[in-house]
């Protein structure tokens, strides 16, 4: 199961996070910059599966930003990397660029990957249908 999801920059600053089970709010901020710090420190040779705690954190960098997943230990850690890059696949399609300024629509992109901390969709057309139609809407 996936526990949550997490979009930060270099600077170790979160963009983005989604937690599926509950963590207090005040152990939220706690336990992003401690995964924030630990993912970040490591070097770009070792790998990016990762024991923390009571889970494990597969993360991945693209450019500027690391997306830190966090799972339980019977989750295939592989398909969680193959979910990151097919998460970045299909906001590379929908925005093209700039994704910090369209927070709302990033989370329904992960709301259509991701529901109570499993995965419901891979497919990227079915995942972006939802922000097509809301577009289409919008347009006219």
């Not at 207090?24 to 490591?42: I, Q, T």
């Not at 989370?107 to 901390?117: A, F, S, T, Y």
């Amino acid at each position: 199961m996936i526990k949550f999801v997490l979009m930060v920059n270099r600077q170790g600053q979160t963009r983005l996070s989604r937690y599926y089970h509950s963590v207090e709010l005040s152990r939220r901020a706690a336990l992003e910059a401690d995964v924030v710090r630990y993912c970040l420190s490591r070097k770009k040779d070792q790998c990016s599966f990762v024991e923390y705690k009571d889970f494990k954190l597969v993360y991945r960098q693209y450019a500027a930003l690391y997306i830190v997943v966090g799972i339980t230990d019977s989750e295939n850690e592989l398909s969680i990397y193959e979910l990151v890059h097919n998460f970045v696949e299909v906001l590379d399609k929908y925005f093209s660029r700039v994704i910090m300024f369209n927070l709302d629509r990033v989370h329904i992109i992960l709301d259509e990957i991701i529901q109570n901390g499993h995965i419901v969709e891979t497919n990227k057309s079915r995942i972006l249908a939802p922000l097509t139609t809301i577009d289409k809407m919008v347009d006219s």
